[in-house]
């Protein structure tokens, strides 16, 4: 099982609803879940900044002739 850290969050109850409506889940998961999201963006974004910057040795028509 991964570590866990229990925290005490303030959110609006708007907020709540509205992400536990979109998720169809509970607060747990669903914060969860956006806290994925987040991660997932910020990896993103740090990728788009190396976009042009890295050299790759790949041969395209090779790839769609596979």
Do not use: N, W
């Amino acid at each position: 099982m991964k570590d866990l850290k229990k925290v005490t969050v303030v959110l609006p109850v708007d907020l709540i609803e509205r992400a536990t409506m979109a998720t169809g889940k509970g607060i747990t998961p669903t914060i969860r879940e956006g806290l994925e999201v987040m991660a997932v963006v910020h990896s993103f974004e740090g990728m788009r900044r190396l976009r042009g910057k890295v050299k790759l040795s790949i041969d395209v028509g090779q790839l769609r002739r596979d």
